[in-house]
């Protein structure tokens, strides 16, 4: 088994996945627990590595004021390589911008802090709904954009009060992920 990965994180409740059209073969959908808007991914850094991570976000959450917000879904897009895609993710509507900003002003600090690859990419908030099988050919691939294309979220308002510190979830066959500890914003 390779080593996990760790990221911090928005939870946000995701029972509404359970509510979205059955996705194409060679889609696996998000378990509702797993539904997040990433903060900073720290990738295989290790539980010691991650936890200076924390610290890092303790200590920014002391310096400055960051406190809960509501967001909306908006369009959902595919995310990662353009022909390999590996996620459909609904981008956000209302609360973007602030979102952008939470995400540009501590992203970089805590993957310092675990010694993770800096992201040098513009910060894109998002919530991601399925990803596709390593297995899922081109054909399949489509039919997921062709799927995303049907969804309509705008209605879906979610809550972003909390960071989390997640890590993998074993055995990963239901849910993918598991939330080692969170802290409250605000």
């Given at each position: 088994m390779s080593r996990p990965n760790w990221f911090l994180a928005f939870p946000v409740r995701g029972d509404f996945v359970l509510g979205l059209p059955d996705l194409p073969a060679g889609f696996r959908r998000?378990?509702?627990?797993?539904?997040?808007?990433?903060?900073?991914?720290?990738?295989?850094?290790?539980?010691s590595a991650a936890t200076a991570a924390l610290a890092a976000l303790d200590e920014e959450l002391r310096r400055a004021e960051y406190t809960p917000m509501e967001i909306s879904l908006g369009p959902v897009v595919p995310m990662g390589a353009r022909r390999a895609y590996s996620a459909l993710s609904a981008l956000l509507d209302e609360g973007r911008d602030r979102a952008a900003g939470y995400l540009a002003a501590l992203r970089d600090p805590?993957?310092?802090a675990a010694s993770a690859k800096l992201d040098d990419r513009t910060p894109k908030p998002h919530v991601t709904l399925a990803r596709p099988l390593r297995k899922a050919s081109s054909t399949q691939r489509a039919d997921g954009l062709l799927w995303a294309a049907t969804l309509t979220l705008n209605t879906v308002r979610l809550k972003l009060d909390r960071i989390a510190l997640y890590t993998w979830n074993e055995p990963r066959t239901e849910q993918q992920f598991r939330i080692v500890t969170e802290r409250a914003l605000g």
């Open positions: 998000f378990h509702p627990n797993d539904v997040h808007l990433t903060l900073a991914f720290l990738g295989g850094c290790g539980e805590l993957c310092a």
